[in-house]
């Protein structure tokens, strides 16, 4: 019994058990916990097998350990153990031990419930209540996840199809335009779809806060209770508003906890995670860390890119790839911003009949950006202001990794060297949003597709490398921002 990792497949044999259990397995956790599992070793007997969600190797431990060990023990009679692990690098789409689960999940099919229910338009006719503030535009079906956001779309889909299971409450966090709002929407509406008698409510936090201001005026607050309380599923976007608003929050604070009582589903989102909220009772922040927290995470090139196509499909109208590349390298900070500029571009064009070129789109992108007063995006002429801000960025990288700035721009492809180097261009990248070809004439001429590659290699390894995570964040910092 040495060492027998390497005599089977580890795919294989993880396969053949999801393959068994799944029907048993609630659709929901297959999405959530089994879609980024994997076995990651087999030493002496004892079987490890990994899953990137934090409540994953529990779970699955105290739920389905009695049903997977003799599965495993039937292929691998030598097993006399298993151990369940957390491991992020599951999340990653690309990882060599992962099987498609999704395959699976067609074989299921949609959940019972949904089978039932005719058409979509009638569902929303005639669900239970819901708020006119419901955009169907919103869906689960046309979020685009990306590697980034697998884990967030997933909770989304298993409170979707089984509300007020083990993701209550469900707290999603994150920068602005990031698509909080599309995924609280979209998931409501999936409940309204699976459960049409459900009640199931969306607001904003301010629109929360007027209400009770409207009944507290009105001295009958009641039916403002009774209205809320009797839901099955609330949805309260942008929370980071309560802060500081004790009345609203008490009774958010009452609403909140009638409903977790009796079983109900809760969907929250918020700027931040609940421990860093301001001006916010301590019992609601621990409350609202009771079920499930995911951020938003601001997507790759890859996924804007792949949302820029997908807007496309949805306006019916062609562009030329290049015109979307250019989008989407120069558009890294909110999906919303980038869409609005596609949106805008399109426009313009179709008013002269044509459509939007890489020209067209940077005239587009340096309004946007004067607008709304971020950086410095200027494609054509870049001006001195530009300029120095590029040196500072690589100025304080030189001094943070104690090299010299000729260092940097220099030739050296010593790996001491070469790092700060493409974390420098990333930096400029991010901050500045500079195009490749001005960052590239800034490292001593180098051509822009080498500034590309350190962009992209540098983005890529922070979501796996926790140090260089940590040094961006304090560059970033450093640089104020
Ligand atoms: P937030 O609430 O985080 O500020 P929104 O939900 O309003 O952001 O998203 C802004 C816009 O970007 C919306 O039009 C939304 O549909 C779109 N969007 C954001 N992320 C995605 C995504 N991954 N796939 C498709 N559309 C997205
Ligand atoms: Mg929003």
Known sequence: MANETANFDRKAVWGQVIAKIHPQVDRGHLLTIFIHSAILSYEKGVLVIGFASIIGPDYVREKYHGKIFPLIKELLPDLESIEYEMKSSLIDAEHPDKIPVESFMSLIGTPRKQRKVPGKSEVMLEGGMRSKLFNKEYTLQNFIPGSENRLVHAACMAVGAKPAGIYNPLYIYGGVGLGKTHLLQATGQEILKNYPGKKVVYMTAEHFINKIVEAIGRKHTKPFKDEYRNLDC?????????????????????????????????????????????????????????????????????????????KCGEFEVMLDPEVLEFIAFNLTH???????????????????????????????????????????????????????????????????????????????????????????????????????????????????????????????????DQKLQRDINALKKELGF
């Open 234 to 310: 609330l949805i309260v976007d942008d929370i980071q508003f309560f802060a500081n608003k004790a009345t609203s929050e008490q009774e958010f604070f009452h609403t909140f906890n009638d409903l977790y009582d009796n079983g109900k589903q809760i969907i929250l989102s918020a700027d931040r995670p609940p421990r860093e909220l301001e001006g916010f009772d301590d019992r609601l922040k621990s409350r609202f860390g009771m079920g499930m927290l995911i951020e938003v995470c601001k997507p790759s090139f890859e996924t804007r890119l792949a949302i820029l196509k997908a």
């Open 334 to 464: 909110s999906v919303r911003e980038m869409i609005g500029v596609l949106k805008t571009a399109i426009g313009e064009a179709q008013l002269e009949n044509s459509t939007p070129t890489i020209r067209t789109v940077a005239q587009v992108i340096r309004k946007f950006s004067r607008d709304q007063d971020v950086g410095t995006i200027d494609l054509k002429d870049q001006n001195k202001t530009v300029v120095r801000g590029l040196e500072d960025v690589v100025d304080i990288v030189a001094k943070y990794f104690t090299l010299t700035k000729s260092d940097l721009v220099g030739l050296d492809r010593k790996k001491e060297v070469m790092v700060p180097r493409q974390i420098s261009m990333y930096l400029i990248r991010e901050i500045l949003n500079q195009s490749f070809e001005s960052i590239g004439e800034c490292f001593g001429g180098r051509n822009h597709t080498t500034v590309m590659h350190a962009c992209n290699k540098v983005e890529n390894q922070m979501k796996i």
